[in-house]
């Protein structure tokens, strides 16, 4: 609950932290942009206004040479021309500094310079179209239809060429719809006041069209631009993990090879002292002076065996946890090696006045595993079991086959239990439950882990399950693949013995042989 706490405390406090960077990045922003955006969305969407410029060059030669062929049967094919020829030549300078912008490395470009540049020629290109339309041949009905049909073909078009540059959009389309409209209200008729509203409604409307496509524009580049900006952070965040996991790696071999070189230099003195409080205990070279002496020998002797049981442990963590355990794999009865270590453990159970009863299934096949590891996983669940079960109560092992036919044995005690938020504790290196602190018998914290390394190097399961006030089961189980199962013997025709040549003996197959009994062979399954 407390670890809980405090990550949700941290990821406020990152949060916020966050935000606030955000804040202070939108005004400087704020401060060194002209148009109130960030400084890279104004090379963007000038960027965006270049780019949909040069796509469009073709479509827009296309509608000015329509335009200009119309305009003909009115204006004549002189004045026509020289229009569209002013055109064309105002859009090719558009799409020549179009070209020289995206030829530009960003670094160099000067946004206020470039803007004003593609506003000046958006003014030009629409003033040169407001020329084709001040004054058409003719005052009839038609004439206005073709004057409105053209300007909102040129509004349309510029509004969705410059949306991501407004105020080009502006520039652009007012000269045309000012020319228009004031055409059609200079006519004094009903009708043609209507064709003037109606442009000016238009302008409006793709105006505002105009804005929207910017909005939308700029949305998502600020969406792209977050997007960078996570996965930046979460690059960043994966490299400070990989360093902090480095580091701890690096650490934890280092604590493992100190472990191993401290154990073994404490091995060293401690056989001398084994073997000196034994010699001392045993009174082999006459009996003591002072009573007392022997019991002091043999409490040293007891101490000395207790070290020596806890430098084994922690050796032999040492090498799981630098992957230097090495299996001696060979075929194992399972129910026989939980039997030895109770037999071994019967004597210390019946002292505490602890029943430990079994519960083998027979004919059990034998697996494929390390004798000395499923030993040793078998006495640390025992010790356990019998440290923590009070006096006059009981353990049971069982040994067997498991629901996917694997093999597994159990440890039940009648012990105290353990807290369900302390499993995790307990099966941690040197972890320690409030249960194994208050007992008399305290440890190194290093039985249970060691047992659930053994297991996970033999790809088995350790389950543990534990109520409080109850006792604690803990299951161990070998996978399918480790369990072997008896082959009949082969059951072949004798062959036929072919007459032997001339000084030569017949050839008597193997196992025809006499005094040669057949056995059944093991094969692992899978």
């Given at each position: ?126 003033l040169a179209w407001m020329f084709n339309l001040i004054e058409p041949v003719g005052v009839e009905e038609s004439t ?193 090696v939980v039997q030895d270590c109770h037999h071994l453990l019967k004597l210390r159970a019946r002292n505490r006045g ?173």
């Open positions: 609950m407390t670890s809980t706490a405090s990550d949700q405390r941290e990821e406020v406090a990152a949060r916020r932290r966050r935000a606030a960077a955000q804040r202070v990045r939108d005004a400087r922003d704020r401060l060194t942009s002209t148009t109130g955006t960030r400084p890279v969305f104004d090379y963007e969407l000038l960027r965006l206004y270049a780019q949909n410029r040069q796509s469009a060059s073709l479509a827009v030669l296309l509608l000015v040479g329509t335009v200009g062929f119309l305009s003909s049967l009115w204006t004549g094919a002189v004045t026509a021309g020289i229009w569209t020829a002013g055109v064309l030549m105002i859009h090719a300078v558009i799409i020549t500094k179009c070209r020289q912008f995206l030829s530009m490395p960003q670094g160099e470009v000067k946004i206020k310079t470039w803007r004003l540049r593609f506003i000046m020629l958006d003014l030009f290109f629409g206005g239809t073709f004057m409105l049909f053209v300007m909102l073909l040129v509004v349309a078009v510029s509004s969705m060429l410059a949306s991501s540059l407004p105020i080009a959009v502006f520039a652009a389309t007012v000269p045309v719809t000012a020319v228009v409209a004031f055409n059609f209200i200079a006519k004094g008729s009903l009708h043609y006041y209507i064709l003037g509203i109606m442009a000016i409604t238009a302008q409006g409307y793709f105006l505002l069209l105009a804005h929207r496509l910017y909005s939308s524009a700029l949305a998502t580049l600020q969406a792209r631009a977050e997007k960078d900006m996570l996965i930046a952070e979460l690059e960043q965040a994966k490299a400070i993990s990989d360093e902090a996991r480095n580091r701890a790696e690096a650490a934890n071999i280092s604590k493992s090879r100190f472990l191993a070189q401290m154990s073994h230099e404490l091995r060293t003195p401690l056989n001398a002292i084994l073997g000196f409080s034994e010699v001392m205990k045993s009174e082999i070279f006459g009996p003591h002076a002072v009573p007392a002496y022997k019991d002091y020998s043999e409490d040293i002797h007891l101490s000395g065996q207790h070290l020596l049981g806890l430098i084994n442990e922690i050796l032999d963590l040492s090498r799981i946890e630098a992957g230097r355990y090495e299996l001696n794999e060979e075929a194992v009865p399972l129910a026989d602890i029943t430990i009863h079994e519960a083998f299934e027979q004919n059990l096949p034998r697996v494929w595993a390390d004798e000395r590891a499923i030993r040793q996983i078998c006495l640390n669940l025992l010790s356990n079991a019998i440290k923590f079960t009070p006096q006059g109560g009981e353990i049971w092992i069982k040994a067997g086959w498991t629901a996917s036919g694997g093999q597994y044995f159990s440890v039940k005690d009648t012990g105290p239990g353990i807290p369900e938020d302390e499993i995790p504790v307990v099966l941690a290196s040197f972890g320690q439950g409030s249960n194994a602190i208050k007992s008399a018998e305290q440890g190194a914290g290093l039985g249970l882990p060691i047992a659930k390394s053994l297991v996970d190097l033999h790809g088995g399961t350790f389950t543990l399950k534990s109520k409080l006030r109850v006792g604690t089961e803990v299951v161990i189980a070998l996978p399918p693949e480790r369990v072997m199962s008896a082959l009949a013997p082969l059951a072949e025709p004798a062959p036929s013995i072919q007459p032997a040549a001339p000084n030569e003996l017949p050839i008597v197959p193997f196992e025809e042989r006499p005094g040669i009994r057949k056995r059944p062979l093991y094969t692992v399954n899978g």
